[in-house]
């Protein structure tokens, strides 16, 4: 096996988290739709599928290092929100903490001396950057527009 127990078992808790992310996204994405705010929805649709495929990456890591895949329970979504910056900033929030939740993972396969985990790993580290700051902006975007979410509509159709 080319990853320690330690990182096989930390990765299988990223898979979770991953697919996690996908499921939250996916409500961020149908109230979205619930408020006709489709372009928002079409963009959370998509975030969602990200990280459904973040998921897959890290399954296919394991399974190429020789590790075993062990994808742990995932915790029930939120689904309901006050508001598109209520919905927003949780995006902005779960951004961070994967951010934290990689860093993790990078910081254990440093101390392991784990090369081959380091390298695969620093994709992740600069895809969270791409993360963190596009969903900073958009919630940037729906703050601005205040009551009017429709501007942010407006700004994925133009904007960007």
Known sequence: MLIS???????NQQIGREFGASLQYTNVATYFDSEN?????????????EER???LKLVDY?????GHVRIPAVEAPQNEFDSAEAAVTL?????????D?????MDLAA?????????????FVTEQLEEVSSMTRLLDLVRRAGGNVLIAEA??????
Request: charge should be negative; charged fraction near 20%; hydrophobic fraction near 45%.
């Open 5 to 11: 127990p330690e990182m096989e078992h930390a990765l």
């Open 37 to 49: 705010l489709r372009l928002l929805a079409k963009l959370f649709h998509k975030q969602s599928e």
């Open 53 to 55: 495929q973040h998921a």
């Open 62 to 66: 394991v399974v190429q290092a020789g």
């Open 91 to 99: 995006a902005v929030d779960w951004e961070l903490r994967v951010t």
């Open 101 to 105: 939740q990689i860093n993790s993972l």
């Open 111 to 123: 101390t392991k001396n784990d090369h081959l985990s380091q390298a695969f790993l620093s994709w």
């Open 155 to 160: 700004y994925l159709v133009h904007g960007d």
